[in-house]
């Protein structure tokens, strides 16, 4: 995989992405078996499609010249799905994935349960108390528009945050501000910590409360490699006026089947047996995808 920004005969096609998210996932289980404490494994299954298409193909940045004043940004808002980050820029080359494995979690560790940006060059921004992600997001691209600059500025946000009514406060602002150079991943996979999200909170009509904020609105499944790239080709122009969220429909714990929306697997740990488990039904579940 070229560490160059990505142009656009050097991006990975689809069935290139899968099997990188496939990767992805694999390495996320084995640092889950390993590691001792808990690991948010279910929402990092869950957003690993995404974080794959958006570190594989959609962001314009650079692992060599993590400074570069032209590179795309990315906020994690859902912090707690750090790990799932770092391995999906371990993979783009940003540092090595042996690395999380032998330090994630440890006094010090530049790869901690949420991302640090003092730690961790690369990272765009201290991230982990929900609803904060897109308020630092619309004042990165306000700041991208205010000096003329043409990068985009990307974040992901878990379906359950968006309860916070900063993020509502933040969505007003971005299109108050005609930022069409703010993209906004949201992780729908209905869940919270410990219940299914429309049993705490009532967030449908979903799609239609962002668009009653004047948001451009793509509602895509975000397991489905093919609509994630379209909807990052389709994205407007960084100067074009209008920010887009692309509502991407999930599955916590996606790929391992006693995972897949069990509220038991917001966080966990694997022992060896459990880990051999999880793994087999990664592999069947892409087995059975690919037939």
């Known amino acids: ?16 992405l899968e099997d990188l998210a496939f990767e992805l996932r694999r390495k996320l289980l084995q640092l889950c078996g390993t590691y001792e404490g808990a690991v948010h494994i279910g929402g990092d299954l869950s957003s690993a499609d995404i974080f794959t298409a958006l570190f594989h193909y959609g962001l314009n940045v650079d692992p060599t010249d993590i400074a570069n004043p032209a590179r795309d940004r990315f906020v994690l808002s859902k912090g707690h799905a750090a790990v799932c980050m770092y391995i999906a820029m371990a993979m783009r080359g940003f540092f090595s994935y042996e690395g999380i494995v032998d330090t994630y979690g440890q006094l010090d560790s530049a790869y901690g349960m949420h991302p640090c940006k003092v730690q961790l060059p690369g990272v765009e921004a201290s991230t982990g108390s929900l609803g904060h992600g897109l308020p630092l997001a619309v004042g990165m691209a306000l700041s991208a528009r205010h000096r003329g600059d043409a990068h985009r500025v990307f974040t992901l946000l878990g379906d359950g945050e968006t309860g916070e009514g900063s993020v509502w406060e933040a969505v007003m602002a971005a299109r108050s501000n005609g930022l069409g ?18 049993e705490r909170v009532a967030f449908e009509p979903y799609p239609d409360k962002w668009r009653a904020f004047g948001w451009n609105v793509v509602h895509i499944d975000g397991h489905d490699m093919a609509q994630l790239v379209e909807a990052l080709d389709a994205l407007p122009e960084p100067d074009s006026e209008t920010p887009t969220v ?18 038991a697997w917001h966080a966990g740990s694997l022992g060896a047996a459990d880990l051999e488990r999880a793994l087999a039904a990664l592999t069947a579940s892409r087995e059975k995808e690919s037939v």
């Open 1 to 16: 995989m070229s560490s160059s920004p990505l142009q656009t005969d050097q991006r990975p096609n689809v069935a290139e």
């Open 181 to 198: 150079n703010l993209v906004a991943f949201v992780d729908r996979n209905r869940q919270l910590m410990t219940s299914f999200a429309e």
């Open 246 to 263: 692309i509502i991407a429909e999930t599955v916590k714990g996606k790929g391992v089947d006693f995972m897949e929306r069990n509220l």
